[in-house]
């Protein structure tokens, strides 16, 4: 497969490649009884004979076609197979070559069937023996992760096992990203194949695979300049707190800016601002058939929104200076005692993410205080909608309060200084490469908006905002880099 995917030139090629081989499993099934009705066990121990070198199942079509996204970023690929690692009957196989796999990998892709919604076996295997190895776990603390899933309809469940698995993945402080900007920047790569053979025809699919990989790849590609550059930041990286729910006394904001002092005390170099949010003014979302209502450079407020009292129209530019971004909310057990903006905040971020991704690599992670019986899993909210902005998602911050005292304040402080440490390496990463000109949002589905981004395109709008915004790039790098 490696070697194949190598020879391929662009994306009408793979689709040919992938028909071709998702034929020769789809004919193995005829072989091996189906055009003669068999039962489907007997169907099975006969492809189990027949098993060979050629041929791929939808789930290693959807995870070839990210591959070779990856390695048109210029990413060294390679192939797993989880069925020859965790076979359906008896021990497991090779578990050091697929350690030693892991432990070499800059970034992992997990591509897998939906059941119920959810995962298949095979994918819960390998996250089972990753959980459960000390040496693997550490590893894999910064590591690239983006899943694949492949579901029998448009709407099979897809997206949700890829929600899931991103939760999983990020608790095991996995890295997590979607997939690219040129695949509107959701959960991953979404494929549809309702029978054996059948995603090569999915060109939607086969789509947000490619993105996947290369979304996959590039921001490996970052990390990787982060930690290896002899260039470091020239000042303070700014990381922000926007606290977007507490309570009527306020718990919350007390709580988070005990954090930040705490952090300071062993990060001077980082600058931490809180954002009350509770506080502001946020009008709702209007849902605009064109958004933002103009191009331009990122730093220009360009909502349709203009309430002098807006809290959007105020500090758009500070989000935009934004290194890093923690999402805080409180959450009280009495709702009664609730005092929160998040969704209309959210809902406002439209805009942001629509102006080709204002937020684009930034690292994001929930962070969440919570009373004891509050039960409303604010971050798996979060990070849902973080991901969409094009970001890269780490491991959340949780803090829970029991009768008045804060559970939890060492991993709280951790993990809080592990995300200083990821989000440095990016963000310096993201400075030594130039501002790349294919992360431009793409209205799928908006008819109005579609027509204006074309109409933006062919007269140059598009073109000279994107080298407007590379040139502030560029003086940016000048001005923070500091030369080792």
Sequence with gaps: MVRDLAAIADVAELEDYLRKQTQIRFQDFVDAGRGEKRPFDEIYSQLRKLRGQRGMSNSEAAVASALWGAQREGAEIKHLSLAYHFPMSGKARDLDGLRNAILAADAIIISGPVYFGDRGSLTQSLMEFIAADEILRDACVGKIYAGLAVGAKRNGGQETTLIYQLLDM?????????????????????????????????????????????????????????????????????????????????????????????????????????????????VRCIACDICPIDVGPKDDYRCIIKTPADFFVQHHKTLAEADAVLLCAYSPQDRGQVVSVYQQFIE??????????????????????SELS???????????????????LHHPLIGMVHEGKLLGEKAMHDLGLSFLRRAKELTVGRYLRDLPEDIVYHPKGYEISAQKALEDRDSGRTLDSIKVNARAHSKNAKRRLSTG
């Design 170 to 282: 990020v608790n095991m402080d996995f890295l997590v990203v979607g997939n690219s900007s040129e695949t509107t920047s959701q959960y991953g790569g979404t494929a549809v194949a309702g029978d054996v053979g059948k995603l090569h025809s999915d060109a939607e699919g086969i789509e947000t695979c490619i993105g996947t990989g290369q979304r996959c790849a590039r921001v490996a590609q970052i990390l990787e300049r982060g930690r290896t550059a002899k260039s470091g930041l020239n000042g303070p990286m700014k990381v922000q707190l926007w606290l977007l729910q507490d309570n009527r006394e306020g718990s919350g904001r007390a709580h988070f800016e005990a954090w930040a002092r705490e952090i300071a005390a062993v990060e001077p170099d980082v600058e931490i601002s809180i954002l009350d949010v509770t506080k502001a003014d946020v």
């Design 374 to 392: 509050a039960r409303q899993n604010l971050h798996l909210r979060m990070l849902t909608s973080a991901v969409r902005h094009h970001t890269i």
């Design 348 to 369: 406002r971020t439209r805009y942001l993410r629509r102006d080709n991704y204002v937020f684009s690599d930034l690292l994001m992670a929930p962070f969440v205080i």
